[in-house]
């Protein structure tokens, strides 16, 4: 398996700020990471590649994802909804390395409290015969998500600002049991740092 991380990190981040003055990913944790960082430095815990999706004009999040080793890629259509990032990094996914990637692990950048051990596990299942992978616990369903080749033509079909839970709902998705309350931790407001 040819697993390929995927930060998605192209929202605008309205709910935080309105106004757009302040990028919410690049807002340091009490630890002074910039939410972004923490969140990709997890994920290159690993995978060794991680593509980065950011949008045009970013403010500074695309130079802080390369500085830790990331493949940034800038979705020009990234306004116009999750799906069109997410389809954006797996196109770029199938031609970055030499034998492209054949899965992928999908976070993301306002997440970074997710521990590595739930990726691993994710990616286990992945190997192990699951087409999607998801973390659960307690009963509730988190992120991030995995997904298998078997998905690609979904994955590369996807639309709007619903990312791929159309292709969640509609597909069997291994849930992998986890004990990491980072899985439904995101940043969405300042009180959430």
Known sequence: MNAAGILLAAGRGRRFDPQGARNKLLQPLANGDPVVVASARHLLAVLPQVIAVVPPADGGVADALRALGCEVTVCDAADSGMAASLVHAVRHSLHWSPNGADAWLVA?????????????????????????????????????????????PALLALQGDAGARGLLKSSHVTEVEVTDPGIFRDIDTPADL
């Open 108 to 152: 993301l950048g306002d997440m970074p409290y997710v521990e590595p051990g739930t990726m691993r596990a994710l990616l286990e299942a992945l190997a192990g015969g699951a087409g999607i992978a998801a973390p659960v616990m307690e009963g509730r369903r988190g992120n991030p998500v995995a997904f298998g080749l078997v998905h690609l």
